[in-house]
């Protein structure tokens, strides 16, 4: 959560950080100095944006994954409907193609999980539909294994629409 120093987190055999989360933000220019020590020993990034123009120049910086929440949805009910999905993919992928953009904020069920995912996310969180869970580990699972089997659909459609020449990549959208 950018509370302890990169090397520490290489030290501690952690494979990535997650910065900038509405629970510990940070300044852009600290962010862009975390972002760049992170990458520099070897981290994945995960940054959280809360909007679009934040998510923006957060893909300026090269992470590998933008978090958008938005604030509001954050420990939300669940059922939240997304519809910017689709065009803060596209907006990201035309800054850095290569970096992934997951949506959260609360996602508590597995509809949510799918709604997310259909929408053209690379991927989703959710934390606090896991630890308010009564078995938050199998929960976890369920999760994980929903995200899973989204993404896979979304490969099979895009090999399936690749193959006839109507390339329609969800991870570009």
Known sequence: MGAVIAESLVD??????????????????????????????????????????????????????????????????G????????????????INPDTLVMHAGGVVTLADVSRVMEGGASGTGATSGVVRAPDPSEKARRFIAAVRREWDLQQAAFRRSAATGESDDPQRR
């Open 79 to 94: 059922g939240a409907s997304r519809p910017w999905i689709a065009e803060a993919n596209h907006r990201l992928k035309e």
């Open 12 to 77: 501690a055999s952690a494979d990535g950080v997650m910065l900038n989360h509405a629970s510990c933000p940070m300044e852009f220019e600290e962010l862009s100095a975390a972002v760049d020590r992170a990458s520099g020993n070897g981290l994945q990034t995960i940054v959280c944006a809360g909007d679009l123009g934040q998510a923006i120049s957060i893909a300026r910086l090269r992470p590998t994954v933008v978090l958008f929440e938005p604030p509001e949805l954050i420990g939300h009910a």
